[in-house]
């Protein structure tokens, strides 16, 4: 039941502190997500699950027993984690926590309210990674929405509301597309199931069926593009990307780091568990087209980086780019690929969450984000710039930080590609975002950091309140890129039974695993 006591904490501690007085309501949020926080570190301390939880693996604290009926259709409460969701909910709390702590210094009005959203926002995404009944994956799903519009609406710049509504109307509709997607591969089959393992497992055994004259290979390429281009709006990749990064500009700085950190994972999970785990045939297929748009993202959200003088739309295009990367693990169908794709996740989410609370930090103190105008940092706030440059280097890929070994697995599993034709030319192309990307860091660390000190705004040190919390993330992108090897064994083990079957569609394809 610890998943349960996971969601359980973060919702009633948001409901409590919701009703909190404001000037208790950081301490007292910051105490309650020290407990989901300790409960996912207790989780990956003692997991004892094997394999993947949709293929037949081993879920390790699992629950499953009915709910309720939906239109004479059984809605189980089904939860559990494996090598996969594990690390995303140790991602999930880890963060929220930080985020929580780097709100103490900017967030002056309705503190209850604005805290006791960011734990209700905290036990959807925790729920999104566990939920393993599709409907109560769904509802965690659009859970997430709500508190995230509002914290971009009521805390955000000056155009909130229209970066507030914009998020919303993208996500929802995508949310939507994906859900008939699925819808589609639920009428399809001839037991009908709102089971994540059973719908796996019905889908890789052949037993889908055509519905409404529509026959089995034409629904499930059906299928696959809505689920496809719901996710792809969630990740997001080019060219539905345009919502990222005017949420991420207007929202205050706690949710930015959520945003980029957690939100974006759930699109790229959902593609590696719906897509990649229950359509692999289908993703192999089309792996052409996928690949082109993962390189696509890589090195236009990179450019669009490079053309930028904001800070934060610096790292919000930064993100895009990097979630190419993660889509090109996912294409590769290779078990670097998979495994890298997931350490990536985690990976980008510790370093963006770091660099979104660095620039807020900034902000804070200077009152400005724009390259052009901020200059001298480094002697006057030199534990900020010097946070800067290591996050700016662990972005990059420098070794011993996780995101070397996070792109790393990646350009492995591409290289290794079976099903993308002239996959190590299609790595190669990649692999120059992250030129793009060392020159658009190196460029704004430049100009902010050294330099002349710029004098057209006031500057103070950053208190130790503000400098803690990004020491501590930037401790664990160390502490992942010194040893991988703290998710990366669990990772393989569910990556790999998602390759099994697919020697004969590589097959077919001119290729072999």
Do not use: C
Not at 61 to 90: K, M, N, R
Not at 197 to 222: M, Q, V
Not at 361 to 366: A, E, G, L
Not at 381 to 403: D, I
């Amino acid at each position: 039941m610890i998943l349960e006591a996971l969601i359980a904490i973060a919702l009633l501690g948001g409901l409590a502190t919701f009703l909190a007085p404001d000037e208790y309501a950081g301490r007292l949020a910051a105490a309650i997500s020290l407990l989901p926080l300790g409960g996912s570190l207790y989780a990956w301390r003692t997991f004892d699950g094997t394999g993947n939880a949709l293929l037949g693996g081993q879920m390790a604290f699992e629950t499953d027993v009915a709910w309720f009926e939906l239109g004479g259709y059984a809605i189980d409460w089904h939860v559990g984690v494996d090598g996969i969701s594990l690390p995303l909910v140790v991602l999930a709390t880890f963060l929220t926590t930080a985020a929580i702590a780097s709100a103490w210094s900017t967030i002056d009005e309705r503190e209850s309210q604005f805290y006791g959203l960011v734990l209700v926002l905290e036990a959807a995404m925790i729920g999104v990674f566990v939920a393993m009944d599709f409907i109560i994956w769904f509802v965690f799903w659009e859970g997430v929405l709500v508190p995230m519009y509002i914290l971009i609406g009521v805390w955000g710049g000056d155009n909130r509301r229209y970066a507030a509504i914009k998020f919303l109307i993208y996500t929802n509709v995508a949310s939507l597309v994906a859900f008939v997607g699925v819808l589609a591969l639920f009428v399809g089959l001839p037991e009908a199931t709102f089971g994540l393992p059973e719908l796996a497992d019905g889908l890789r055994s052949g037993a889908l069926e055509g519905y409404a004259g529509i026959d089995a290979a034409t629904l499930t390429l059906l299928a696959f593009v809505a689920t496809f281009a719901g996710f792809a709006v969630k990740v997001p990749l080019v060219p539905v990307h345009t919502w990222l990064p005017d949420a991420h500009v207007e929202a205050p700085t706690p949710a930015s780091v959520l945003l980029a950190g957690v939100l974006l994972k759930m699109g790229t999970y959902a593609l590696l568990r719906f897509n990649v785990t229950m359509m692999p045939e289908t993703m192999a297929r089309l792996a052409v087209p996928i690949a082109i748009l993962a390189v696509v993202s890589v090195l236009y959200g990179a450019l669009l980086a490079l053309a930028q003088n904001d800070l934060k739309r610096i790292v919000a295009y930064s993100s895009i780019s990097s979630m190419g990367y993660v889509l090109l693990g996912l294409v590769a169908l290779s078990l670097y690929g998979l495994g890298g794709a997931t350490f990536q996740m985690v990976s980008h989410g510790l370093i963006s969450g770091a660099l979104f609370m660095i620039v807020g930090v900034i902000y804070h103190r200077t009152h400005t984000r724009d390259v052009e105008t901020l200059s001298g940092l480094a002697d006057r706030m030199p534990l900020t710039a010097a946070a800067f440059v290591a996050a700016a280097f662990a972005y990059m890929g420098l070794p011993l930080m996780s995101g070397f070994a996070a792109e790393l697995f990646v350009f492995i599993g591409g290289m290794q590609s079976a099903v993308v034709p002239l996959a190590p030319l299609v790595t190669a192309v990649a692999m120059f975002g992250i030129v793009v990307v060392a020159g658009y860091l190196l460029w704004a660390m430049q100009r902010t950091l050294f330099g002349p000190a710029g004098s057209g705004y006031p500057v103070d040190r950053a208190s130790a309140r503000e400098l803690v919390p990004i020491g501590i993330v930037l401790a664990a992108v160390i502490a992942l890129g010194v040893a991988p090897d703290l998710f990366w064994p669990t990772i393989q083990r569910a990556s790999a039974p998602v390759l099994q079957d697919l020697g004969e569609v590589a097959t077919v394809l001119g290729g072999g695993l």
